[in-house]
Each structure stands twice: as C-alpha cells, then as structure tokens.
C-alpha cells in the first residue's frame, strides 16, 4: 500500500512583487492570484479530518494545475527568454523569496514541521510538482482501498481501480524523475525534500509499488485472502474459492524487480 505523504503548505508571496514582464504585464499578477488559490486549498485540505481529506485531493490537484502552467512558464522565461515558441520577457525586480512546510525533514515530536525559506522560481516550481506527486500517490491509495472494503468489489471495478492506481503511480514517479532537472542552476539552494537523493528515492518507491501492482492485479490468492478476512463475506458457505493456475515464475521475478526498486530508494 503507497504510503500517504503528507501535501506540504506554502506562504503567500506576490511574486508581482518580485518580477516585472513588460511583454505580457498582466502575467506576474495572474502568476499570483493562481498561487494564492493553491495556498487556501493546501492549508482547507490541512485542517481537514483525514476521513475527509481523500475527497478533497481533487481541489487541490484542480489548484496544483492552475498555478504550475504559470509558474513553469515564469522559470521558462527568465532563463530563456520564450515560453515554448513564444517570446516573453520577465525580469526580476528583486530576488524571488518563497516559503514551503517541509514535511520530511525531521522534526521535534509533537511540532508541527518548519517552513523553508527558498530563493527562486525553479525551488518553486519544484514544491508544486512534489505536491502534485504526492497527491498521485494519495489517489492510489484511495483506488487501493476500493480492494480491502467490506463489500468486495466487482471484478470490473476492481481491474478499473488496479489501472487507476498503477497509473497514478507512474505519473508520480515520473514527476519526482522530472524534478531531478530543476536545480541545475543552483544546486545548493534546494531543500532536503526536494534534493535529487531525495526524489531518486521517492521516485524508486513509486515503480516498486507500480509492479507490486501487477502481481495484485493477477493474482488470484490477493483476491481470496481478502475474502477470507471479510467477516461479513458468507460466500464460503456456498462455494469454495475458485484458484486457477497462476504464473508463478512471472509473479516472482515481478516481485523481485519491485525489491530492487525498494532497496534503490532506500540506498538514495
């Protein structure tokens, strides 16, 4: 089962108030208003119950992709002058300052997690990938838990709920894989959440779930030993379990390659 990372939350910061674009002046400012609504969702779906977080993933997945098309086209343009073929100039009227809350840095018990000052777009930018990949993983364990729930799913909702959660998992790990490019300008500056160690591990842990997946996914003893922890399945009064052949040897060496996935993340 994924491990459900907890979404970091973030200051305010008028980046109009950092950066100035005569060819498009009305960017900075959108720039703004797209990352405040990302703040008030992170810090609505923090003070929610957990129970009620997992339905609120959407809204702030909703706020993660109206602000990252701003903020990527904002890193595109002070570094190369264009975003995608279109040319746009955007200076800096002082050094951007932003503030994310680490949440895997170590932290004293019972303190809430310190938040991190961070210069420049491309810190940024790269906080907003890493909640959006967190946000995946989330919503892959959510698909997963459609498998454990009292009621035992059809066997079409539960094929549709292994392809949403495996492909979750893989847009997570490509997006921690993504990340790896964004601090080549200022290595230095990046925070431990965000350093390359950091997301190769995370982005391994992603593609060993993702195969361990594969194995749920065909693997009919899964299937019956959840039944058989259902204290409500009464199935096993009329019929015993159907297991047909399995493969084995695939199923095996799928789990060994989800192991060496593990240790990769762990030896990062």
């Not at 570094?79 to 800096?92: C, F, L, S």
């Not at 300008?185 to 391994?204: E, F, G, H, K, R």
Request: proline share 8%.
């Amino acid at each position: 089962m994924p491990y459900p990372f907890t979404l970091p939350t973030t200051s305010s910061t008028p980046l109009d108030a950092f950066i100035n674009s005569p060819s498009h002046p009305s960017l900075p400012l959108t720039a703004t208003t797209q990352r405040s609504i990302l703040r008030d969702a992170l810090k609505k779906h923090k003070r929610l119950p957990t129970s009620q977080q997992a339905a609120h993933l959407g809204v702030v997945q909703d706020a993660v992709n109206g602000y990252l098309p701003y903020a990527l086209g904002v890193a595109s343009a002070t570094a190369t002058g264009r975003i995608q073929d279109e040319p746009v100039t955007v200076t800096n009227t002082k050094q951007l300052q932003t503030e994310w809350r680490l949440t895997l840095s170590a932290t004293l018990p019972g303190r809430e997690p310190p938040r991190s000052p961070l210069t420049g777009i491309h810190n940024d930018v790269a906080f907003v990938l890493q909640t959006l990949a967190y946000i995946q993983v989330q919503q892959a364990r959510s698909q997963l838990q459609i498998l454990y729930s009292p009621d035992l799913p059809s066997p079409d909702r539960r094929t549709a709920a292994i392809g949403s959660a495996m492909k979750y998992l893989l847009e997570a790990n490509s997006i921690h894989n993504y990340i790896l490019n964004l601090h080549t300008q200022d290595p230095a500056s990046a925070p431990l959440d965000t350093v390359n160690s950091t997301q190769v591990a995370l982005a391994a842990l992603a593609l060993a779930e993702a195969t361990l997946i594969t194995v749920l996914k065909d693997d009919p003893y899964t299937t019956a030993v959840i039944q058989a922890r259902n204290k409500d399945d009464k199935e096993w009064m009329i019929s015993a379990p159907s297991i047909p052949k399995v493969r084995a040897h695939l199923f095996a060496r799928l789990c060994i390659c989800a192991s060496d996935h593990a240790q990769r993340a762990a030896a990062s």
